[in-house]
Structures are given as C-alpha cells and as structure tokens.
C-alpha cells in the first residue's frame, strides 16, 4: 500500500503561482511513474502533467508553459510549479502514482494508476 500526502494548495489570484508537493511512502519511489490530475465542480478529472520513472513528461495542453512537474527521488517527493494561474486552474488537485518496470511509460489515463492522494485545494481569484 502507497499513501500520498498533498500539500501546497491554496488560494492565490490571478497570474500568481503555487507549487504542489506530494509524498509518497514506502521504499521504491523509484519505479513509480506519477501524475497530478485536477477536478473541478461539476468536471471530469482530468490529467494536468505526469512523469515517467525517466524524466519523460506529458502536459495537458491547458498547462503547457505555465506548469512543470518534477520528481526528487531523494525524498520521495513529486511537485507540480503552477505559474500564471487562471481562475480556470481552480479545482482539488491530486496525485497518483503506478508502479511499472517500464521506464519512459507516461500514463495518461486515471485508470492507469493504481494509488491517489486525498486532493489538495487550489482556488485562483480574478
């Protein structure tokens, strides 16, 4: 069993910036690939960014230029930096990982991951 634990979300207005943490327990960090998915009220969830166990990334077209994943290993630590959010970037933000032997797999599809955090708010203003 991996637990997530989110952190950094908040609220911030327009055109400023947030930087989301997530990490993950146990002991093979390093065979997870990871993705931070986004819902807002009313929505779908939807995939925002994920990271292979390479550093092959995949960006939703709505975070292209504004937002980077990335992963530390170290500390078992995936983040997501948001800069020059917009009020559309509001939702509960969560990540997920799946573990895979495979090394520049990015999966794109919530079913592809087996273990999500519990959500972090992120409210942008106008």
């Known amino acids: 069993q991996v637990q997530l634990v989110e952190s950094g979300g908040g609220l911030v207005q327009a055109g400023g910036s947030l930087r989301l943490s997530c990490a993950a327990s146990?002991?093979?960090?390093?065979?997870?690939?990871m993705g931070w998915f986004r819902q807002a009220p009313g929505k779908e969830r939807e995939l925002v960014a994920a990271?292979?166990?390479?550093?092959?990334?995949y960006y939703a077209d709505s975070a292209k230029g504004r937002f980077t994943i990335s992963r530390d290993n170290a500390k078992n630590t995936v983040y997501l930096q948001m800069n020059s959010l917009k009020p559309e970037d509001t939702a509960v933000y969560y990540c997920?990982?799946?573990?895979?032997?495979?090394?520049?797999?990015?999966?794109?599809?919530?079913?592809?991951?087996?273990?999500w955090g519990q959500g972090t708010q992120v409210s942008v203003s106008s």
């Open positions: 997920a990982v799946v573990e895979t032997v495979r090394f520049t797999w990015v999966p794109k599809s919530s079913s592809e991951y087996d273990y």
């Open positions: 990271v292979a166990r390479t550093l092959s990334t």
């Open positions: 146990g002991r093979t960090f390093m065979r997870y690939a």
